[in-house]
Antibody
Framework: EVQLVESGGGLVQPGGSLRLSCAAS????????MHWVRHAPGKGLIWVSR????????TYADSVKGRFTISRDNAKNMLYLQMNSLRAEDTAVYYC????????????????WGRGTLVTVSS | DIVMTQSPDSLAVSLGERATINCKSS????????????LTWYQQKPGQPPKLLIY???TRESGVPDRFSGSGSGTDFTLTISNLQAEDVAVYYC?????????FGQGTKLEIK
């Protein structure tokens, strides 16, 4: 079964740091680009970051650029999000998701998604 | 950045009736090299992660009931749910996978009337 499981969320003070992890199983992790998406309480889904299959290329939303770092360890089938200088507005459930490709390697969307890990930034 | 705008923000439909959700992108998400619209629809139920329903604007993901259908091209898209069932209560999001940042619409909350 294809599965993604996030961990590492919790309560952190403004200005603090947190590292999220996402454990992948059931597929060849090293073949897929991966993403982080967040969902703030009462708000919509916000794309955060992506990393290509070998980790050589990353992209970030403007709101987290310079504060968050996405990385991966293909030997361990793990995806990470290092979050520094956290702000109250970073409070959200953070999901990792796989960039899915179908026929001829064309992107279809994000699938599957993990169940998410809650990050709360508050004093 | 491509801005995705959904309408309406919320919708109440009777069981067995049809629900229609619209999504508009601020620029075309049609990829000319393969003629695919990089527009994806997701369903999110409370306490669950989003579930991919439809990709390339109109292709149903495997296992998704055929009462869900998508249409549109370029900048204007529609998700239609026919014969609404109680289990379809959820928030529905469109997303463009054309270019980073991979923006989502604000979501449409679907309820039973």
């Amino acid at each position: 079964e294809v599965q993604l499981v996030e961990s590492g969320g919790g309560l952190v003070q403004p200005g603090g740091s947190l590292r999220l992890s996402c454990a992948a199983s059931g597929f060849t992790f090293s073949n897929y680009w991966m993403h982080w998406v967040r969902h703030a309480p009462g708000k919509g889904l916000i794309w955060v970051s992506r990393i290509n299959s070998d980790g050589s290329s990353t992209t970030y939303a403007d709101s987290v650029k310079g504060r968050f770092t996405i990385s991966r360890d293909n030997a361990k089938n793990m995806l990470y999000l290092q979050m520094n200088s956290l702000r109250a507005e970073d409070t959200a459930v953070y999901y990792c998701a796989r960039r899915n490709v179908v026929a001829a390697g064309i992107v279809s969307g994000f699938d599957p998604w993990g169940r998410g890990t809650l990050v709360t930034v508050s004093s | 950045d491509i801005v995705m705008t959904q309408s309406p923000d919320s919708l109440a439909v009777s069981l067995g009736e049809r629900a229609t959700i619209n999504c508009k992108s601020s620029q075309s998400v049609l990829y000319s090299s393969n003629n695919k619209n990089y527009l994806t629809w997701y369903q999110q139920k409370p306490g669950q992660p989003p579930k991919l329903l439809i990709y390339w604007a109109s292709t149903r993901e495997s296992g998704v009931p055929d009462r869900f259908s998508g249409s549109g091209s370029g900048t204007d898209f529609t998700l239609t749910i026919s014969n609404l069932q109680a289990e379809d209560v959820a928030v529905y999001y469109c997303q463009q996978c054309y270019s980073a940042p991979f923006t989502f619409g604000q979501g449409t909350k679907l309820e039973i009337k």
